[in-house]
């Protein structure tokens, strides 16, 4: 197979990083030139990830923009028959509990009307809403250690990110609104409710 030379490649595009890190996650406002490139290059970029049946979502007014997988029903024919580039993978128990709490924490956060661009929460409150899903004898140690798996899998999902180098705070990122709608969240819910009784059941 012949590699490819610097005369075979298209020509390098204004977005063609910015495209690379799409695929990688998301593209934040905070990220200052990404970002900026982003909103200046919507339309290439809309017709690019379109041929591979990506939809590129950008909020300008919440600052992040990122990739949707379109559904098979959504695409015109030869289209639906493209393999699907992101999958959806089912979060564990502890990992669901966790995207509740935080999107309902998103959700309080932007009611009030804070002047604080960023909702932060700190690793106590944290877990002292967290014990409140669990029998009160449980083991202390075991709920932290739960709650440690749950926020390492929603901070490799870009859902959080911690907050300063040297503190125990976390930033619930606005992405985890747009995975996450209102409506979707009401669904979640209901599974959750069912799955905790079950689980308490069989305890």
Known sequence: ????????????REWSDVA???????????????WDVVLRNITPLEEYFGRVGLQLVVDETEGFGFLRQLQ??????????????????????????????????????????????????SSDALFEQWKAFFPRDEDELKLRKGLSAAIRTLEGLKFVRRFGKDTDDWEVRRILKARLIAADLEAVKVQFVDAMKRRKESG
């Open 1 to 12: 197979m012949d590699t490819p030379t610097q005369d075979s490649l298209p020509e390098y």
């Open 20 to 34: 690379v890190r799409l695929f990688q996650g998301v593209v934040y406002l905070e990220d200052g030139k990404p």
């Open 72 to 121: 098979s029903e959504d695409l015109p024919d030869k289209y639906d028959e493209l393999p699907k580039m992101f999958r959806r993978s089912r979060l564990s128990y502890d990992a669901t509990l966790l995207t509740i709490m935080l999107r309902e924490e998103l959700r309080r956060f932007e009611e009030e009307e804070v002047h604080d661009q960023r909702c932060v929460i």
